[in-house]
């Protein structure tokens, strides 16, 4: 992994949670210029043909994650960014610390809402950028 993939995903993820925070939404003009970025640095390392096929099947797969309920579209798209930026091996595990770290949230606050009928909206963002940090300093990928 080299370091200006980490630095765009990091600032990325940073303006990602800001305003999935403020106003619930991830801006289109974030996720177009880093996924406009990230297939650069792929045709960069990899050359024109084999960057764009691996760009192309990482989005994909990325985009596979519609099926799950509950996430929105904003959210599909950032996992294609961090597809994109990032290790397969680091993707993969991200995407599963991301799901793990929401279902533990999710947990404590139907517990502590007791009101197990209301459908409890989270943020994704954040926790998307978290598990990519945790990804970032615990692993060696």
Not at 67 to 95: R, Y
Request: with cysteine; glycine share 4%.
């Amino acid at each position: 992994m080299n370091y200006l993939s980490v630095c765009i995903l990091i600032i990325c993820l940073t303006v990602a949670t800001y305003t999935d925070l403020q106003e619930r939404r991830i801006p289109n003009q974030l996720i177009l210029a880093s996924l406009t970025i990230g297939l650069l640095i792929n045709l960069y390392y990899f050359g024109f043909v084999d960057g764009l096929k691996i760009s192309l099947l990482r989005l994909v797969v990325a985009f596979a994650l519609i099926l799950l309920p509950g996430l929105s579209p904003g959210d599909v798209k950032l996992f294609q960014i961090v597809s994109l930026l990032s290790p397969l091996k680091m993707t993969v595990l991200m995407i599963y610390l991301s799901l793990v770290i929401t279902l533990i949230v999710w947990i404590i606050r139907k517990i502590k809402d007791k009101n197990l009928k209301e459908i409890v909206h989270l943020p994704f963002a954040p926790i998307i950028f978290g598990a990519y940090l945790s990804c970032l300093i615990f692993t060696s990928i």
